[in-house]
T-cell receptor
């Protein structure tokens, strides 16, 4: 019973391509998030989203856009991929305070 | 294989000893703090949390201490086991009312347990 799942686990693509990462949570949580973890393990919030509002970290390039088809899903779409986008991307969800993380998607841009 | 985390502070302890991992947080308005454990190839896993109206909270083999005066948080692990080897992160929340309920993470500490 995976609470927060992501696909794919690994994604290798070339610069300039557009790609999406999918996230699903079966916890019934209202809020979902995307985080980026760089090569030094630093975790940074990208987006917070519930069915009412999207909060965007102002440092996130507008090439990144979250898309939520329903309350249980928050996908991350990335346009015109750049080398610096290579990282591990984590989805998370919460109902209240604690956040529960997915297993991560390792994106490699070549 | 992973080549990440080479610049992480590392704490090396003997199996059975107690571990103390420290964290300095940035915002005096933060009112909720969480410790996460991240094993290799996995996502962060919730360990324990504490609200700003407390200075200590205990879980199973773990204790979190909060010193708001100096904005310092620590995680104590009793009788450290090989399975505790991981990267540990502290995270702060500016408040339940903050827009998006976003967490700000610290830089992480790698705990290595020697058998």
């Amino acid at each position: 019973d995976t609470a927060v799942s992501q696909t794919p686990k690994y994604l290798v693509t070339q610069m300039g391509n557009d790609k999406s990462i999918k996230c699903e949570q079966n916890l019934g949580h209202d809020t979902m998030y995307w985080y980026k973890q760089d090569s030094k393990k630093f975790l940074k919030i990208m987006f917070s989203y519930n069915n009412k509002e999207l909060i965007i970290n102002e440092t996130v390039p507008n090439r990144f856009s979250p898309k939520s088809p329903d309350k249980a899903h928050l996908n991350l779409h990335i346009n015109s991929l750049e080398l610096g986008d290579s990282a591990v991307y984590f989805c998370a969800s919460s109902q209240g305070s604690g956040q529960y993380f997915g297993p991560g998607t390792r994106l490699t841009v070549t | 294989g992973e080549s990440v985390g080479l610049h992480l502070p590392t704490l090396s302890v003997q199996e059975g000893d107690n571990s103390i991992i420290n964290c300095a947080y940035s915002n005096s308005a933060s009112d909720y703090f969480i410790w996460y454990k991240q094993e290799s190839g996995k996502g962060p896993q919730f360990i324990i949390d504490i609200r700003s109206n407390m200075d200590k909270r205990q879980g199973q083999r773990v204790t979190v201490l909060l010193n708001k005066t100096v904005k310092h948080l620590s995680l104590q692990i009793a009788a450290t086991q090989p399975g505790d080897s991981a990267v540990y992160f502290c995270a702060e929340n500016l408040g339940m009312g903050n827009a998006g309920n976003m967490l700000t993470f610290g830089g992480g500490t790698r705990l290595m347990v020697k058998p």
